[in-house]
């Protein structure tokens, strides 16, 4: 299997993935013909990664170097899904049940006043797991898929072709990582917008899975894809475009001279930008996923003519702005401190000039 073939541990994705260190500068017969069995990215005067604080011992590209960004993920997507819940909350009930819920503060004071303070975190053990594993998911493969890409298309096209690279990659990486969240999700929404349906996720698993089936805790995937392949596409993508800017425009330092503490900053500010369009582009699958699985044998028509055309783009969405984009700054931020942390280098960074053609 590739992902565990040595010869997968040579990074033949191009080095500005990672670094910014410009190809021009870089010995390419280092990339094309360096022996597999290397355990590490062969070097010359220009590091292929980023100084870090301490000497990683995980080769770039290994399993291990996979599992380090899996678990990344898991401490960025979960911890700050879990804080925001009170956010989500709103959100939800507001897009369930605009009636009651007519706004963002209102919302907060009828939950205050029907279920108390701890009322603001009903859910959050389900919201908890699930957004681990997603989170283990988007990000591990996101990088596997990233470098994968970049192995076919080859060093000059992965220069030339990036964003594609990006999209391809986090496409097929959140692809993944709905279906680790989809039961969790669908437990989450129903605890949430259905008052005495259940304390959480202890007892609310159960009775869903008695009521729906277990194929029930499934029936939002396809909305779940609808709202979170675009989310992630626009996340990456965006984050990665909005990093190189930054380093070429904002920052006269070369990011390979900028302390741990500005690239840290720079990943919190583009991530948070990243998640304002986020947010943006998956708002009306958010509705759908909230509206079928709070109403037992909806339809995407019946969410439609419930909701509106105009609603599905609108309802909850200056809310989810906050949140998505709070959140998203965040999990760029803490993703990056733990890569930093075992010793990988942060990610994005400016791209290259295109690798010359060899001539004859």
């Known amino acids: ?110 939950l205050l006043k029907e279920q108390g303070a701890r009322g603001f975190f009903k859910g959050w053990v389900p919201t908890l797991f699930g957004y681990s594993a997603q989170g283990a998911c988007k990000f591990g493969f996101y990088e596997f898929f990233k470098k994968y890409y970049s192995d076919l298309a080859g060093v000059e096209n992965a220069v030339k072709y990036k964003t594609f690279i990006y999209l391809a990659g986090s496409a097929s990486a959140e692809v993944i990582a709905d279906i680790a969240l989809c039961p969790m999700e669908a437990v989450k929404v129903r605890v949430q917008t259905q008052p005495g349906y259940a304390r959480g996720l202890s007892d609310g698993l159960p009775k869903f899975i008695k009521a729906d089936g277990v194929s029930g805790l499934y029936r939002g995937l396809v909305p779940l894809w609808g709202r979170q392949i675009p989310y992630t596409m626009m996340k990456f993508a965006s984050f990665e475009t909005i990093v190189e800017m930054i380093y070429k425009y904002a920052i006269p330092t070369p990011k390979a001279q900028c302390s741990k503490s500005k690239q840290l900053g720079v990943s919190f500010a583009a991530g948070y930008v990243a998640g304002v369009l986020c947010a943006i582009v998956s708002h009306p699958a958010d509705n759908l996923v909230s509206f079928l699985n709070n109403a037992k044998g909806a339809t995407v028509g019946d969410a439609v003519k419930k909701i509106g055309v105009v609603g599905l783009f609108t309802r909850g969405l200056p809310l989810r702005i906050v949140m998505i984009g709070t959140l998203t700054g965040a999990q760029w931020g803490l993703y990056d401190s733990f890569k930093v942390f075992v010793g990988l280098p942060t990610t994005g960074g400016a791209a290259p000039a295109p690798v010359p053609t060899p001539t004859n």
Request: with cysteine; net charge positive.
């Open 1 to 110: 299997m590739a992902f565990f073939d040595k010869s997968s541990r040579h990074p033949l994705v191009p080095g500005f993935l990672y670094t910014s260190n410009a190809l021009s500068h870089l010995d390419t017969s280092s990339i094309n013909h360096a022996p597999s069995s290397s355990p590490r990215p062969r070097r010359n005067n220009t590091p292929m990664m980023i100084p870090s604080p301490v000497e990683s011992s995980i080769p770039m590209f290994s399993p291990a170097f996979y599992a380090a960004c899996s678990a990344g993920g898991v401490f960025s997507c979960g911890l700050t899904h879990m804080a925001v819940t009170p956010l989500d909350l709103v959100k939800c009930n507001m897009q369930i049940d605009p009636a009651k819920y007519k706004s963002i503060t209102s919302g907060f004071g009828v």
